[in-house]
């Protein structure tokens, strides 16, 4: 190896991307390479004489570098656990290694290449054609071509590198660091804009850092010099290197991806200067490596400072192939030939200083055919043939010796982001190019503007005036300052830089028109004849432009081919609708640090110390019990028996809170939910039921009357949010006189619960008289309780004698010790959710989501009572009457089952005649009463008290059933009311 | 090597047989006239023409052949549904799905991955239980599984509780399948254009003649034609198409968004389903993880893209499969998504005599393809509702009998 080591590497004087102090050692599919600090993987392979970079994804034909931008799938690598790396843009670093995808065997000996020799049985969509035959045959034929999908590796055992986000915001975005994006950007700066430049690559300049434009070299340099010495300079211009624009979105907001970061940019005006992709001719073997675009070769020359090849073949249509013959020459590459498309000679400077080389230039003619080298691993000639008409060529051919073919015969404009956006590329037949159909608007009003080679500019004098245009257009789009005066409206430069028809077919094919999908010229022509002619079935059914490169060198000539075979006149036709990402975007990059906040309690810490097994609640963290996980039923038991008999601490703080305040307070409330709230006592509670407009139970929770004009609502713990969101919703249309807040996180609620939860709330410090004659059942007092600004409500939830206590969050750990402290003589423990959730089943409460699910509706669940019947409105009272003249079709009843059953499992069904009526929604095993207890759907002509009815097990088992009156436990409510 | 293939290819110049042919002049009347050349009206055609000899068809297209929905879906058919109609319902599509690239004559790659629908919340557990329980009870193959398992099946699957929300359950239905959703149209075109169907693309239904209550006429941009019976199939427009023919949807179009990733060799086999986290994720025949969330918060009439939804996607999916990291993003789109209250479509007649309704199909269309067009051809036909689709008439929002599908249909498509 060491005998060609760099060896096509050029002189000191270029390689602008190099730094050549420093070298990098990489390995290639095992092999060492070095390169130079600024090489990318390719022409870092390039340096080392190394064409083969990757195998093509259906007939594993050896590829090389096509674009030397990132912009082709020629190059994709696998780099460890990254698949489908850009080779040609991504940087060599020390000890990287570097493997070829998809291929069978090795990159040099792929034995996939092997289906290139059976390509005739695989026609375009020959996948819906075969492999179903005989019935079943498929699940066969499935699993060998599945195995072929697919390019790069996923390593299972790769990790998640975490990446920042960061909003910014400016008052312009200039994408694009050529000479358009420089001159925009300087001219918006210069009229005080605050600018922020996105380049991709890491040094700007464009196309001036690699593109010829004239024959002194040196008068392009000073101007890209100049532009790029300015803008770095510029107080006002932020420049943003490596980074990519990866969609501009409504408003422009623009998501710009840099190795380690997500920019979320807001810019009041954005100029696009994306610059246009060179594209390729089609002819056979033209995806061969050794066969790349000229301005590949060029940016190999200047950026990388390697040789392309030996001995090249230049075919252009335009007068920038001419510059790449003089950059070919200059860097010591022979000529063989300049092929000139076009009839007419042409007379530029550029012409004229390659005809003064001696170099031969022949007019009129085309690439007919690349000549492959043994294995296709290169190219050791091409076939030239004079052109006779509209993609053909005279019988006569010529053969030229040479190992690089430079393609420069038209462009597209890179107008991606722009069509994301819902802009047009349309064929314009004056210039044979696509070009875009005016700028999207916002609304009414356009918020960016393109510049440059986007527009179909490609002159640099017209390039550098078009930015600076933009520039001030963005400028006064932005409001900044005094609108500057805008230059000429630009003419066109594009004619001569297309060709119209670069397309040869050949009788034994191997033309590609898509080299992501290996798609080839009767490939297209097939689809259209089988009746896919649209140019959205053509890509879906032969899966052109679909791939890695979304169609950024095989977009224009589809539409060609694709047009011509239907019969149709190519003039105004669109291509396939673009969508973002203008790059493909790595995933964690997107994704960023995961930010799902846990909400916990004020008490959480407590519980952890008290060894509480904690569970998600919607969002939040609750204590399922305290114990070990071992003795769960044991604690949930103690748990339930200490609040039965003596006292219990639930912290109920999830609960949601809701401030109603206003003159129309208890109004709204009457609408919202289906009591009546508007005789509702001052210090008195009552329970809130909310339905949705088709009378479906949606939340509930308790409504305490604090004043006249203020309400203190509760809702269930995954409800805060949502009910919160549908007040706002209804009252935008009522327009009430309330206030409505969302204290959920403001206020903590600690229930204290069980026959000795007086007694020990009498012990503190307490100005609320608790007596049972004065602070009666479903009353609310506000007081002090040691010193704590407390609101003390008197619920019943779990049955028992108890209140909930909702106290500022910051005080909630101070009043959970002292009454757990003060508590212990009477018994007192923590208990959690389970215990809460049995204890509430022996009182037949439901819970919200569990025993309602999105259909129930307030008779199905037995909750009629909580309906007021004679107001005039609220949200589900129409549907609650048309319901009320239907047959229900279920009810939910209590049951019960000895204690030594099996323990049937919620959402276990509930059957009739074998057809399903409904499910069970909760049961466990009380030991307060001694058996199993639950609730369930069944039929309503089976849910009397005593009817029996069927449960379904998970096994398919089935167990038998009655219908028992509700509530389970203390049923005339005594216990809670004491 | 498949016979087909081999004759294809020794052929000297094969002859390439038109799949379908160019869209025809519209006549002056129709016997059917099917609004919506995606797979529902497609396969309504077929159905129309194979199982009743009804052939005097024309299938309007706005745009080109099956490029609304059915160009958009993430290409998931199952039947693991939580209400006894919608089980039902869909189990007959997945047995119509099974046998249809024989009935077609047409690939349409037919995988069966298995479909595992994941369970964060002890709420999602019962409701997967619940789901469950309903599938066996009607014959369906669905289980309850649990961590052990779901590792058998998705090694991948990152099943740690060193997550936000970690996975406590998967509802588990092995006959959920993917399927080339082109390819379903294509093949229904196919066969419908074989049997006489005309199918016209490019042709925009501007109105319709709808005299004493009865729709006689349909207007397009090319001309008017006269017809018998109208069956509307657009999805994404259901509401829009029903105000020319002067009746109200229950039906809120709302945005949903979608994405698939470049190609790597295959390592997920099953599709994967997370409610909680808004996540459905599957492999593709060509290598692509094909990726969805939740649809949008709001109603709109607009295919943009967002990158907020890549956003949180994204965050979701790494919870899932962490190693995914470096895997790119490239390409992604937006659907239009007639949502129903109760997440169930609807099916059947409509105030308007000789005027039948396929629409509602919310994130669920896709699935439902054949069995919706094989019984809207039954009803055209017949005249009389099939009970099959019964319970998904426009009536039932009247009779407030709804279907509900929610906690089925959320995400889970």
Request: hydrophobic share 40%.
């Amino acid at each position: 190896m060491s005998a060609s080591l760099n060896s096509m590497r050029l002189l000191q004087s270029t390689g602008l991307y190099l730094d050549r102090s420093k070298t990098i050692s990489f390995q290639f599919n095992g092999q060492s390479f070095q390169g130079f600090q600024g090489d990318t993987i390719a022409s870092a392979l390039a340096a080392n004489n190394c064409k083969l970079l990757s195998r093509s994804f259906k007939y594993h034909r050896p590829r090389g570098i096509l674009s030397m931008s990132g912009q082709d799938s020629n190059t994709l690598v696998q780099i460890g656990d990254e698949p489908n790396v850009r080779a040609d843009t991504r940087a060599i670093e020390e000890g990287m290694q570097v493997q070829a995808q998809n291929v069978i065997g090795s990159l040099e000996k792929d034995y996939g290449s092997l289906i290139g020799l059976i390509g005739r049985f695989l026609p375009v969509g020959f996948y819906y054609k075969a492999f179903y035959k005989p019935k079943g045959a498929w699940r066969y034929w499935e699993k060998l071509i599945r195995r072929m999908a697919g390019l790069g590796k996923i390593d299972p055992g790769s990790e998640i590198e975490y990446t920042d986000k960061q909003y910014r915001f400016t008052d312009v975005t200039v994408i694009g660091g050529g000479p358009a994006g420089l001159s925009a950007a300087l001219e918006a700066a210069d009229n005080g804009a605050t600018v922020i430049l996105i380049e991709e690559n890491p040094i700007l300049g464009g196309s001036l850092n690699y593109a010829r434009f004239k024959t002194d070299r040196d008068q392009v340099y000073r101007i890209r010099n100049e532009l790029v010495e300015r803008v770095s300079s510029h107080s006002n211009i932020e420049v943003l290197t490596q980074a990519q624009c990866g969609g501009w979105f409504e408003d422009n907001w623009l998501s710009i991806l840099t190795p380690g970061r997500l920019f979320k940019l807001r810019s009041k005006a954005v100029v696009i200067a994306s610059g246009s992709f060179e594209q390729p001719a089609v002819f056979r073997n033209n995806d061969l490596p050794g066969v790349m675009l000229g301005s590949a070769a060029q940016r190999l020359i200047r950026l990388y400072g390697v040789k392309p090849g030996q001995s090249a073949v230049v075919m252009t249509a335009n007068e920038d192939g001419y510059g790449v013959a003089l950059d070919l020459l200059d860097a010591g590459v022979a000529v063989a030939a300049l092929i000139d498309m076009r009839e007419q000679i042409s007379l530029s400077d550029l012409s004229q200083a390659v005809v003064a080389k001696k170099i031969e230039v022949l007019n009129g003619h085309t690439i007919y055919e690349a000549l492959p080298v043994a294995g296709n691993r290169g190219i050791r000639g091409v076939k030239v043939a004079a052109i006779s008409g509209e993609g053909k060529v005279v019988d006569e051919t010529r053969t030229i010796d040479c190992d690089l073919a430079c393609i420069s015969v038209g462009y597209t404009p890179a107008a991606q982001l722009i069509c994301h956006f819902g802009g047009r590329l349309i064929y314009d037949e004056s210039i044979s190019m696509l070009k875009l159909d005016g700028m999207p608007k916002h609304g009414d009003k356009c918020k960016a503007i393109a510049a440059g080679s986007l527009n179909t500019v490609f002159d640099l004098q017209q390039v550098l005036a078009d930015g600076k245009n933009a520039g001030g257009s963005a400028v006064a789009i932005a409001g900044i300052g005094v609108k500057p005066a805008l230059g000429q409206k630009l003419l066109s430069s594009a004619v001569e830089q297309n060709h119209p028809w670069p397309i040869f077919s050949h009788p034994q094919g191997k033309e590609f028109v898509d080299f992501d999908e290996d798609l080839q010229i009767h490939d297209i022509e097939q689809a259209v004849a089988e009746g896919y002619e649209d140019l959205n079935l053509v890509k879906r059914y032969s899966t052109v432009v679909m791939g890695p490169s979304q169609g950024r060198q095989s977009a224009l000539n589809n539409l060609r081919i694709a047009t011509k075979a239907a019969g149709n006149p190519l003039q105004g036709l669109s291509i396939t609708t673009q969508r973002p990402p203008f790059h493909p975007e790595p995933i964690q990059l997107l994704a960023g640090r995961s930010f799902q906040p846990v909400r916990r309690t004020a008490i959480h810490h407590r519980h952890i110390e008290l060894g509480a097994q904690m569970m998600p609640a919607g969002n939040w963290l609750r204590p399922a019990y305290y114990g070990l996980p071992e003795q769960s039923e044991n604690a949930v038991e103690q748990e339930a028996l200490a609040i039965r008999n003596g006292v219990g601490l639930i912290d109920v703080s999830t609960l949601g809170k809701l401030e109603i305040r206003g003159t129309d307070a208890a109004e709204f409330l009457n609408r919202m939910y289906t009591f009546s709230y508007l005789k509702q006592p001052v210090d008195r509670l009552r329970y809130a039921l909310m339905l949705d407009e088709t009378g479906v139970i949606i939340d509930d929770g308790i409504a305490a009357r604090l004043s006249e004009n203020h309400f203190y609502v509760s809702t269930t713990s995954g409800g805060s949010d949502s009910v919160y969101r549908s007040m706002l919703h209804w009252n935008a249309q009522w327009r009430l006189d309330v206030d409505i807040t969302n204290v959920t996180s403001a206020y903590a609620g600690i229930s204290i619960a069980g026959p000795g939860s007086r007694d020990v709330l009498q012990e503190l410090n307490c100005d609320v008289d608790l007596s049972a004659d004065a602070f009666t059942y479903s009353e609310v007092r506000r007081g002090q309780l040691n010193g704590i600004a407390a609101c003390l409500l008197r619920v019943g939830f779990v049955g028992e004698l108890g209140w909930e206590i909702h106290v500022p969050s910051s005080q909630a750990r101070y009043l959970w010790d002292i009454l757990l402290e003060t508590g212990q003589k009477y018994g007192c423990r923590p208990v959690g959710v389970e215990a809460q959730r049995l204890l509430r089943l022996e009182k037949g409460h439901i819970i919200v989501g569990q025993d309602t699910d999105g259909l129930t509706v307030p008779e199905e669940a037995a909750m009629s009572w909580a309906i007021a019947k004679k107001k005039p409105f609220h949200i589900g009272k129409r549907s609650v009457e048309i319901l009320a003249n239907k047959k229900q079709t279920r009810r939910l009843v209590g049951f019960t089952l000895p204690k030594k059953s099996v323990l049937p499992q919620e959402s276990n069904l509930t059957l009739k005649d074998d057809h399903i009526v409904g499910r069970i929604t909760s049961v466990a095993r009380s030991s307060t009463l001694n058996e199993i207890i639950g609730l369930a759907y069944v039929h309503p002509e089976q849910s009397d008290v005593g009817t029996s009815f069927d449960i379904k097990l998970s096994n398919g088992n089935r167990l038998s059933t009655k219908v028992v009156a509700l509530p389970f436990y203390d049923p005339n409510g005594k216990r809670q009311e004491i | 090597m498949p016979l087909s293939l081999l004759k294809y290819g020794l052929t000297k110049q094969p002859k390439l047989q038109r799949h379908f042919p160019p869209t025809p002049e519209l006549k002056n009347s129709y016997d059917v006239v099917i609004v919506g050349g995606g797979g529902h009206g497609l396969a309504a055609a077929y159905y129309l023409a194979k199982n009743w000899g009804i052939t005097n068809v024309a299938v309007l297209e706005k745009s080109y052949l099956a490029g609304g929905n059915t160009a958009r879906n993430t290409t998931i058919v199952r039947s693991n549904y939580l209400t006894p109609e919608g089980v039902q319902f869909y189990d007959e599509s997945v047995k119509l799905f099974q046998n249809l690239s024989n009935e077609l004559d047409y690939n349409i790659l037919y995988s069966e991955r298995g479909h595992l629908t994941l369970a964060h919340t002890d709420a999602a557990v019962r409701t997967a239980r619940w789901r469950a329980e309903v599938n066996k009870h009607l014959g369906v193959d669905s289980e309850l599984i649990y961590p052990d398992e779901i590792a058998r099946l998705c090694p991948q699957l990152n099943l740690g509780d060193d997550v936000r929300y970690p996975i406590l359950g998967a509802l588990y239905h092995p006959p959920g399948a993917l399927a080339r959703h082109d390819g379903v149209a294509w093949g229904y075109a196919r066969r419908a254009a074989e049997y006489g169907v005309e199918i016209h693309t490019q042709t925009e239904v501007t109105g319709f003649d709808i005299e004493k209550g009865k729709v006689v006429g349909v207007k397009t941009n090319r001309g008017n034609i006269q017809c018998g019976k109208v069956l509307q199939a657009v999805a994404g427009m259901s509401s829009e198409v029903a105000r020319m023919a002067d009746f109200k949807l229950p039906i809120k179009t709302i945005p949903l968004q979608a994405c698939v990733s470049e190609a790597v060799k295959p390592f997920l086999d099953p599709i994967i389903v997370s409610g909680s986290l808004h996540v459905y994720v599957s492999q593709s025949s060509r290598g692509e993880l094909v990726m969805g969330a939740s649809a949008e918060a709001y109603p709109l009439y607009s295919t943009r893209s967002t990158l907020e939804f890549k956003e949180e996607l994204m965050m979701h999916l790494l919870e899932m499969f962490p190693f995914v990291g470096k895997l790119r993003v490239l390409r992604q789109w937006a659907g239009m998504t007639d949502m129903t209250p109760d997440f169930s479509p609807v099916m059947g007649l409509t105030p308007i005599e000789n005027y039948y309704i396929d629409a509602g199909w919310g994130t669920w269309g896709f699935k439902a393809t054949p069995v919706c067009g094989k019984r809207m051809a039954e009803t055209i036909a017949t005249g009389k509702i099939p009970d099959l689709i019964k319970p998904f008439e426009l009536e039932r929002f009247y009779r407030n009998e709804q279907v509900g599908e929610r906690g089925a249909a959320s995400v889970g498509h």
